[in-house]
């Protein structure tokens, strides 16, 4: 079932029912309405964006496995209800059965209820999100300063980073996270812990183990490291650096690379990805022109999340790129990135724009 745009209705939560039987829609839509703002559709319509405060499902069988696989792609699950027609569907945390022959009444009882519970729960996952994009923020910010200043780099400031962002990343999906991260105007940290929530749930995506999606993630929030050495006017600078900026502005792969090996206890594939994310795979890129083979399969990685993050950021002299527009400037700039890592990232970025929005 295809994605789009519901632009009729507000921005605030909302029950989403899709149903093929008009009047019980119709009537289930009228009720709901009473306390939360509710979207109901037919079967073959374009699901609304944004993520619903609770789906209900009264469709076939066919029909509704069909919509279950399409919300499981889109972020954390979404609580549900399924009024079954036939054998009912594997039990899950976030799901609940009711014969589609139930009284309305019963129903109306379990969707109540089920707002309540999301409601608690939304909140509680609200709270817990800003927790760790302040914490998240804070660390990012600790370990600028100490490389601006000098002063050893602590591991175990990057390894709580990554705890934070893969715990965030992991309940909320990229979208929240995102949303969160741009809600204050914290620079060059916004970009990193951008990047950092894209690498999250990239390597989820592609299936990394705990173990290699740490790494990964510790890899994105160091990867601008030596950044902490560069002037501030030419980081916020609003437009095109001149060619003495550009060539002080790419030396922060070097300088990053150096604080890591002399004030940190890094391993090297974190220090080859702070040197390296500005490789090509065509040989064009910087600092040490490497081509093909030669750069690696986790720079690889951290650099599509970067140059993805980076066009659809905020920027004082441009608009963001949409999700889809980055992605198509990205896979027209042939000789940069690897093609097949962008076409496993593609699905995920976009699905973070949809329902997990």
Excluded at 177 to 187: D, F, K, N, S
Excluded at 193 to 221: E, K, M, N, P, Y
Excluded at 336 to 342: C, E, F, G, K, S
Aim: proline fraction near 8%.
């Amino acid at each position: 079932m295809a994605l789009g745009p519901a632009s009729r209705f507000s921005d605030g939560p909302f029950v989403l029912i899709v149903s093929d039987r008009p009047s019980e829609r119709s009537a289930l839509e009228r009720a709901i309405a009473l306390v939360m703002d509710c979207r109901a559709i037919p079967p073959g319509v374009p699901l609304p964006s944004g993520r619903p405060h609770l789906v209900i499902l009264d469709l076939p069988p066919a029909r509704s496995a069909e919509l279950q696989s399409t919300l499981a792609h889109h972020g954390p699950p979404v609580p549900r209800l399924v009024l079954v027609r036939g054998e009912p569907l594997p039990a899950a945390r976030y799901l609940r059965q009711l014969p589609a022959a139930s009284p309305r009444q019963l129903v109306l009882a379990n969707v109540f209820a089920m707002i309540e519970e999301a409601t608690r729960s939304a909140e509680l996952r609200q709270r817990r999100l800003l927790e760790r994009v302040s914490g998240a923020t804070a660390v990012v910010a600790e370990i600028f300063d100490s490389a601006a200043l000098g002063a050893r780099l602590q591991r175990a400031d990057a390894d709580r980073g990554t705890e934070l962002v893969l715990a965030a990343v992991s309940e909320v999906g990229i979208a929240e996270w995102l949303t969160a991260v741009w809600r204050h105007e914290i620079g060059v940290y916004q970009h990193t812990l951008g990047v950092a929530g894209h690498a999250a749930t990239f390597g989820s995506q592609i299936g990394l183990g705990q173990t290699d999606l740490a790494l990964l993630v510790r890899s994105a929030l160091l990867h601008d490291i030596g950044k902490a050495r560069i002037p501030a006017e030419i980081l916020n600078k609003p437009g095109p650096l001149n060619p003495e900026e550009s060539r002080l502005m790419q030396r922060h792969p070097d300088i990053g690379a150096d604080l890591l090996r002399v004030h940190g206890d890094f391993e090297e594939a974190v220090i080859d990805v702070v040197l390296h994310h500005h490789e090509r795979l065509d040989g064009k890129g910087y600092p040490d022109r490497l081509s093909g083979a030669a750069i690696s399969d986790l720079v690889r990685i951290v650099t599509i999340c970067d140059v993805f993050s980076a066009l659809t950021e905020r920027r004082t002299y441009r608009q963001p790129a949409t999700p889809a527009e980055a992605l198509s400037i990205m896979a027209d700039n042939t000789g940069h990135l690897d093609p097949d890592l962008l076409r496993a990232f593609a699905p995920s970025m976009l699905k973070g724009s949809a329902l997990a929005a």
